[in-house]
């Protein structure tokens, strides 16, 4: 399914019925990429007034099973959901404030895909989590990547310019160093 195509479509192209929330979920998920479930219900009630978070998880499970959405599960994180769904696309998370961005597979492949071994399994998926500092955690904690150290700060700012600022419960562990 096209995830560009208007949320109307998407859903009767699942089978599922038009409604309200799933409307608005969608659109949440989309203008807040990688966000976790408050996130996404406190999103959906500024769109609707009043829904429960509970019909908010109901609506997100059931997008995800009908995969318009897809959910990732960062060790540690609340799930997050993202519209992007079926390119097998990895993630960078910060270890610090949670914060989250793609990271494509390989241009056009998905090399990550072929394993080695796959032991006769049929593998359609796989789950890929790059762990590190995000730009601006490097700079409040004065600490940068050692790869990244021979790098100026601008540019390794720039390198990851699609971070989103979603808030993570972490958000506010203080920093070792
Ligand atoms: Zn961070
Ligand atoms: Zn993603
Ligand atoms: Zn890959």
């Given at each position: ?5 208007p949320p ?63 959910r ?18 990895h ?13 494509d ?33 490097q ?9 990244m ?13 699609s971070?989103?600022?979603t ?8 920093h070792?160093?």
């Open positions: 399914m096209n995830a560009s195509a109307e479509v998407q859903l009767r192209s699942a089978s599922l019925r038009v409604t309200r929330p799933r409307l608005a979920v969608l659109d949440a998920v989309r203008g807040t990429p990688h966000a976790d479930a408050d996130t996404i219900a406190r999103e959906v009630r500024a769109r609707l007034g009043s829904v429960s978070t509970q019909a908010v998880y109901n609506v997100l499970a059931a997008l995800t099973e009908a995969n318009l959405l897809r990732i599960e960062p060790a540690g994180s609340p799930a997050r959901y993202e519209t992007r769904v079926g390119d097998n696309h993630h960078v998370v910060c270890r610090v404030c949670g914060a989250m961005a793609d990271v597979c390989a241009v056009d492949e998905t090399p990550c895909l072929e394993a080695d071994d796959p032991h006769g399994f049929v593998i359609d998926e796989a789950e890929v989590t790059y762990w590190g500092l995000c730009p601006r955690c700079k409040r904690s004065g600490r940068s990547v050692s790869s150290s021979s790098m100026s700060s601008m540019s390794s700012m720039s390198s990851v310019s971070v989103s600022d808030t993570s419960p972490q958000g506010e562990k203080s070792e160093q």
